[in-house]
């Protein structure tokens, strides 16, 4: 099942249109789409059994691009994960990490999938990711059992402004990938059954139609199972928390020279199976 949030409201996008959640299910399932999250299952089930009429006709790959689309949760934790693909890593110059490296992205930097990216300095760079929403209370979960926990799956961008992200000595991320619509997400939540492995799902992003990162989430140093178990092991992970797991190579920061975005530039990133999002960035 794909779950969207449609100008607020919890809908499931079919193959050929929409179903309005609430409205079809006479009020049996909430349109809040967080509210949803605790309810997959039996949302999954109830669609399937009713097979509620369309409340509207459209093509997936339009629906995509629909700028009603809202972020398919709000999140009250994020984690993201550096250097978590084999050739990223190499591209960065730097070492394979041992164990995850965790940083965070500040929840009002989540936004919908298809919002303008306002451009905060010269050297903007983006960074396509899986991105997992959590459907659980997890804390302490194994690597066999952290699966179990995912709601679901979508796309995301780990916007980042490098020159924030390098200025001091260490490094620090966590605010130089918060600006104002620097985590995208979306276009839709596809539920966790309908991604039996996370890990190879063909990753994608194009600027202005060319192609700058293309790669496969198989590329990635921990899986998401390794990822989630890791987190849970210090910090509870509850429904409707986020881990941005890494991007893979072809960053504009590792290209020389660096290619950096700028306003009127179209970013298009695309999961295998998830979907697609689009932004165009903009003077702030
Ligand atoms: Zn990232």
Redesign the pocket.
């Known amino acids: 099942m794909r779950l969207a949030n449609l100008d607020g409201r919890a809908t499931i996008v079919a193959n050929d249109g929409l179903v309005d959640v609430a409205g079809a299910s006479n009020g049996a399932f909430s349109a809040s789409i967080d509210k949803c999250l605790g309810q997959l299952d039996k949302l999954d089930a109830w669609y399937r059994s009713a097979q509620p009429s369309l409340t509207q006709n459209v093509a997936i790959e339009e629906f995509a691009l629909d700028p009603r689309l809202g972020p398919v949760v709000n999140p009250r934790q994020i984690f993201?994960?550096?250097l978590?693909y084999r050739n990223h890593a190499a591209e960065t110059g730097a070492e394979v990490p041992k164990q995850p490296m965790v940083f965070t992205k500040f929840p009002s930097s989540i936004c919908g999938p298809n919002e303008s990216l306002p451009i905060p300095g010269a050297s903007t760079d983006y960074?396509a990711?899986l991105v997992v929403i959590i459907g659980a209370t997890l804390r302490e979960v194994s690597v066999d059992d952290a699966i179990a926990g995912v709601a679901g799956y979508c796309v995301g961008q780990?916007y980042?402004e490098r020159e924030w992200q390098y200025r001091g000595s260490p490094p620090q991320?966590s605010l130089a990938?918060s600006f104002k619509n620097f985590g995208p997400i979306g276009p839709w939540l596809t539920t966790a059954q309908e991604i039996p492995n996370p890990n190879e799902l063909s990753i994608v992003t194009r600027v202005n139609g060319e192609t700058m990162q293309d790669s496969n989430t198989s590329d990635m140093v921990f899986p998401v199972a390794e990822l989630i178990a890791y987190l849970s092991s210090v910090c509870e992970l509850r429904r409707g928390d986020l881990i941005?797991t890494?991007?893979p190579e072809g960053v504009g920061r590792a290209r020389t020279p660096p290619l950096y975005l700028k306003p009127g530039d179209e970013i298009v990133t695309s999961i295998e199976h998830l979907g697609t999002i689009r932004n165009v960035a903009v003077a702030p």
């Open positions: 993201a994960i550096g978590n960074e990711e780990d980042s991320f990938k941005f890494g991007t």
